[in-house]
């Protein structure tokens, strides 16, 4: 993974939404809008949604999903040890076969702590 | 389902894990115990981490796993209105084919808060 | 399957969903919405947008979900042979494993033809 | 589970393939006819093949075909120690989603376990 | 994903299926033929059946399913809207996790079409 | 997949694995450890267990874990039918779902052996 992986991840997901978009009919876009509405901070904070989001996504075993949720935790200043809690109860539940999925999220996150102190040394 | 569904189901429960127990190695006894020790209190609070498990399980859909973090979560005060948005992530994430899981995860709850409500009342 | 099967799943349907509305947020209940709309005809009739449900049910394997699709599809008026064509696919896209729910779908899809049969002799 | 709940499953089991069988066209014929093929004995001995069927149809938690695996394998005199290691690695891979499913495997393999115990000492 | 992208699939697919075939049993052969047997126009159209088998793998997640299906739909004359409703329907009945896919999915479907019309203009 | 694919796999798999352990807690290095545990020598020979490891992520569908487990049998002397036998069931317990899986898994079986051939003959 290139230092600006997390970059290109999120302009290609950018680039295809937009293509999804302009093939959408009503439902598919209330769909996506309902999907937002879904994360914003209510009873739970956004940073347990955010948890939420990524667990459910790491039992699941969507890499994309997963790394989007990476990001927003980073965002929501989830801790290494938040973060490693969470992940080993998705581990517990999902399995050895989520190991593969876990070794990427791991990268990614280590890639936005890495790119922050670099920034922050900058 | 009857009043005691939820004594039921413990009942059951134990009566079937003494059973497993009595099968196994020691590696399956280890993988049981590592499984209490995901869901303690630790840089997550353990209110937390049963949401986390909860939503785990309904997007994995498992009946008996989601009735056992319900109860759970039951137990650690988690609110209704923030079981409901743990469990919208879920069904956002997971789709429709996780109406039937939620179908029986409010039962399980309802008939939680109606027991707790009865022993209050007598 | 005693031949009032299909009416006691439509009873025990009902009243869940209604237990699922009344702790329900508003984006659930959105979500829910969102899902009736997702099988009214359009561009595909309602015959395919039910078989596409009852396939997509059948290789997650939800025997609920399965039931329901079983019950629009003879509503929709899906002959036997369009049934075991789709389930064919259903079959072959999911492999063995959905075999118990193909025993469980035929029987309710019996269980409709009988109790059709019995109604138009009477 | 009442002592003959082996006999019960596989007395439904049988009259639901039949149904099946009367809806099955040739296509659907033609894969029931391939999975029997794929368990007998070739390379890799009936029992070894029995073993791959129960650990595929356990992480992906299918109560019938784990129930019709765990009586194929007491058939083919896999022992206590082995059905253990095979189930280990299942809940391994499988994580702890799969537990409710080796509670109800241990269930069927002790009873089978009780019935031929019965038998011998009859 | 390149103008090409598309015939670099078909390639690498057909190359893989050879290399299947060089190591495939009787077993493998017959269920890889009762595979096409699936699609063929019956009761139901090809049409519809290539959407079943596009509905089925993308609530399943598999990519090559998926690219696989769009491209015979695409063949079989299948709407942009009617795409879009087949898709909605697994949006709806797989949820967020299905998201990554139908990028993916639009992507091929638009390349199909791009290609089309430079073929026409030219 | 150039000559060299296994062991960029193998190098990239170890590299992420020490940034896993570098963020793991206990129970997660507790949980890694049982991992190889399940997988020794025991009631069921090393080869045996490696075919349940193989057949269990080729339902599962994990691109990694069944490289990885590819690997294992061939080490443990796996021969072609074995594999293809096992490979079998797995086709027809997890359906054609699982074929983009069989193509990447004989590719890597194919470089194993041609590689093996290599060395001999060298």
Redesign the interface.
Known sequence: MSKDSIEKFQTQ?EE??Q??MA???Q??K??YS??S???RA???PAK??E???L???????????IKYHIIRCFEEDV??????????????????????H???A??A??ELKQRKSRTSLG
Chains 1, 2, 3, 4, 5, 6 share one sequence.
């Open positions: 997901r295809l939404n293509l999804v093939y959408a009919g439902g598919t209330r769909f309902l999907d509405q879904a994360y209510g009873a739970l347990v949604k948890l939420l989001g667990v459910a996504s790491f039992v699941l075993r969507c890499d994309d999903c801790s290494d040890q938040e973060l490693e809690e969470a992940l080993f109860i998705g581990l517990m539940v999902g399995g050895t076969i989520t190991i593969p876990q070794r990427r791991m990268q996150w280590d």
